[in-house]
């Protein structure tokens, strides 16, 4: 096995591991702790990775853990009332106990789906997240958030349910189509501009290389990705203060995905771009930040040939449909929109919107 990375979630009787490494799946049984005494193991998958992975699944896997399967199919319609009914149902037919492990091996989309099922059934089972892209590996399937979309807004209805563990192997990202991997860039360069400016500035020298999956400069990422949220979430689980810093350009990119009706013409990684870039826009309107902030956000995406405006989606909101649904946001308090903004590279700011003719004057001028 290639060398393992390890990092704790500090969260008192919820804490876990997130195991980082390449190739490192042959061993899941070493990821999953006190795995011998769960009565039965379900592994739920979508049929765009069962098709990818069917013989790591099959042949490898299920020799070592002895599961059911259930497979779903891909896309964000799955994050839904519906589907959470389907998979809950196709879970309770294999008749488990309390006793059961759910195993997660997917995206955000099917990590989010997966666990608020398993915080459901029987009022709540253990699960373990293998996730299968770039941007679950860095972001959803670490933190414990569980969810499904609304036509009110996305991720509306969830739950908090921390994994028992998080196995990341990188090997599995190779099936993935480019567009997949610059989606889960843009939680990695998050990332950078919340806390650590000297980590942009490593990805203004190495980003292309991430997007290329090799695999030091990807697993250096994806670890430091880890360890920031880690940090965050073992200090503020539920949301309640500093983990709010980690939905910067989210309350703009949401918007845009509501308004797509979350479709495939957008991937949540391209709408925080997006998210990012109105983020830091809407910073220096407000005179919070200085203009080369944006200057090295837009030089950085240039130069990796990431697009992260609107029209570069062919997507056309007017300010009004976009504030409209920014009011959805599930981080609205009291009716005020707030927004994670910029001071700097590495000092995101809260900000509470008391006039939203600022906000929709800004929106006016750059939608």
Same mark, same amino acid.
């Given at each position: 096995m290639e060398k393992l990375y390890n990092y704790k979630v500090s969260l008192g009787k919820n804490s876990y591991s997130i195991f980082i490494g390449k190739d490192i799946l042959r061993s899941i049984k070493t990821f999953i702790p006190n795995y011998k005494n769960y009565s039965k193991i379900i592994l739920i998958t979508d049929t765009n990775i069962y098709k990818k992975n069917s013989e790591l699944l099959n042949l490898e896997l299920n020799k070592k853990l002895n599961f059911k399967t259930i497979i779903l199919p891909d896309g964000e319609k799955t994050k839904s009332f519906k589907y959470l009914q389907i998979l809950i149902e196709k879970i309770l037919? !294999?008749? !488990?106990? *309390?006793d059961s492990l759910l195993i997660c091996f997917g995206g955000g989309v099917l990590g989010d789906l997966v666990a608020l099922a398993s915080s459901l059934i029987l009022r709540g089972i253990d699960f373990v997240q293998v996730p299968s892209t770039l941007l679950s590996q860095v972001d959803s399937s670490v933190g414990g958030k569980t969810g499904i979309n609304s036509k009110y807004g996305k991720n509306l209805i969830g739950t908090f349910k921390q994994p028992k563990s998080v196995i990341i192997s990188t090997d599995i990202l190779k099936t993935l189509d480019k567009r997949e991997i610059v989606s889960g860039y843009a939680e990695i360069l998050k990332y950078s501009f919340i806390k650590d400016k000297a980590f942009f500035n490593w990805? *203004?020298?190495?980003?292309?290389?991430? $997007?290329?999956?090799?695999?030091?400069?990807?697993?250096?990422? $994806?670890?430091?990705?880890?360890?920031?949220?880690?940090?965050?979430v073992s200090i503020d689980e539920k949301e309640k203060g500093i983990r709010e810093i980690l939905n910067f350009g989210h309350t =703009?990119?949401?918007? $845009?995905e509501s308004v797509a009706k979350f479709s495939n013409k957008i991937k949540h990684g391209e709408s925080i771009f997006i998210g990012m870039f109105l983020a830091i826009k809407f910073s220096i309107f407000l005179n919070l930040c200085k203009k080369?902030?944006?200057?090295?956000?837009? !030089?950085? !995406? *240039?130069?990796?040939? $990431?697009? =992260?405006?609107l029209k570069d989606y062919h997507i056309s909101i007017s300010a009004k449909k976009f504030l409209n649904h920014m009011k959805f946001d599930k981080k609205v308090k009291n009716g005020k929109i707030k927004l994670i903004l910029i001071k700097d590279i590495g000092r995101p700011v809260r900000f509470f919107l008391d006039d939203e003719k600022l906000l929709s004057n800004f929106l006016k001028n750059e939608l």
């Open positions: 037919m !294999l008749n !488990l106990d *309390r990805l *203004r020298e190495n980003g292309e290389k991430v $997007i290329s999956l090799d695999t030091k400069s990807c697993i250096y990422a $994806i670890k430091k990705s880890c360890s920031i949220k880690s940090k965050i =703009f990119g949401h918007a $845009i080369s902030v944006l200057e090295n956000y837009v !030089l950085h !995406l *240039r130069k990796i040939g $990431i697009p =992260f405006k």
